[in-house]
Nanobody
Framework: QVQLVESGGGQVQAGGSLRLSCAAS????????MGWFRQAPGKEREFVAA????????YYANSVKGRFTISRDNAKNTVYLQMNNLQPEDTAVYYC??????????????????WGQGTQVTVSS
């Protein structure tokens, strides 16, 4: 079992920055990959970013590439999402997720095994 708790969400103006954190517990953190997804009202959950177990590889949705950075600290059992130049279209509930086995695709939410409860990010224009 893996428990995930997100934090760091909030309200920011367009062009601003936020850093989300996701603290994991229950299983050795370095044994699973991590991802961030988001879901806006009335829309499906969409992939944002993912990082492999060691942190050696990261993947991003085209919509956030160059603005968001995913990282992890295996000593602190935490994954981060640094979000810069936020835009109103980034408004959503952001979820972190854990995938135990190497997935077919880090961008598919169906390949993830555990999810956090989500944290709201609101960007005003």
């Amino acid at each position: 079992q893996v428990q995930l708790v997100e934090s760091g969400g909030g309200q920011v103006q367009a062009g601003g920055s936020l850093r989300l954190s996701c603290a994991a517990s229950g299983r050795t953190f370095s044994t699973y990959g991590m991802g961030w997804f988001r879901q806006a009202p009335g829309k499906e959950r969409e992939f944002v970013a993912a990082i492999t177990r060691s942190g050696g590889s990261a993947y991003y949705a085209n919509s956030v590439k160059g603005r968001f950075t995913i990282s992890r600290d295996n000593a602190k059992n935490t994954v981060y999402l640094q979000m810069n130049n936020l835009q109103p279209e980034d408004t959503a509930v952001y979820y972190c997720a854990a995938v135990i086995r190497t997935p077919r695709s880090y961008s598919s939410p169906y390949d993830y095994d555990y999810w956090g409860q989500g944290t709201q990010v609101t960007v005003s224009s």
